[in-house]
């Protein structure tokens, strides 16, 4: 009881043994061993294949095997190169983007700076021309102000009979011509 709870019991190890010793060392009743057969030469029946032929056919699948590895792992190295660089070249293609976008920003801001300045410019240009004007302009009135006939200064009405204006008795001088003001 206890040898059946434990595992596998001692007639299931003999059991495996005697499969793998059917499968590799030949069957039963044909000798016993490995070298029974007597080398690569198959004996009996147009069915059998020989060691040696098993090991050529191992050989061969081994090399198979490992040639289609090969094959499968360039493969796959080029498949990961090819992703590789449509992933790099799509990233290549954003920057690009991305920089062109600035460079455009940036001739904008350039050209509104100078179309600034320009008109900062030409204002500025016109301004003073507006300013030299006006201050000539100032300068010939006061000139015309100053040729003009004066009023008299008259300092309001006195106990007249009629009302009469009588002139100021004090002048008021600003320093401005024509800007003489009555007291």
């Known amino acids: ?33 490995w070298g029974s057969r007597g080398g690569c030469v198959p004996e009996g029946g147009c069915n059998r294949v020989s060691n040696c032929e098993v090991e050529k ?43 062109s976008e600035k460079i455009f920003d940036l001739k904008m801001e350039n050209m509104s700076l100078k179309n600034n300045f320009y008109t900062k410019e030409l204002v500025g240009g016109l301004s003073q021309q507006l300013s030299d004007c006006c201050c000539a302009f100032n300068r010939r009135l006061d000139a015309i102000e100053c040729d003009m006939l004066k009023r008299p200064q008259l300092s309001g009405v006195a106990a007249t009979c009629n009302g009469q204006l009588v002139p100021a008795l004090f002048r008021n001088d600003c320093g401005n011509c024509g800007n003489n003001r009555s007291i």
């Open 1 to 33: 009881m206890e040898d059946s709870k434990s595992g596998m019991s001692w007639i299931g190890v003999l059991f495996v043994i005697l499969v793998i010793w059917a499968i590799l060392g030949g069957g039963f009743g044909n000798g016993f061993g």
């Open 57 to 99: 056919r191992e050989i061969i699948d081994s090399a198979r095997t490992q040639y289609l590895t090969e094959q499968q792992g360039e493969t796959t190295r080029l498949a990961i190169r090819d992703s590789r660089d449509a992933v790099m070249g799509q990233a290549s293609r954003i920057y690009e983007a991305q920089q």
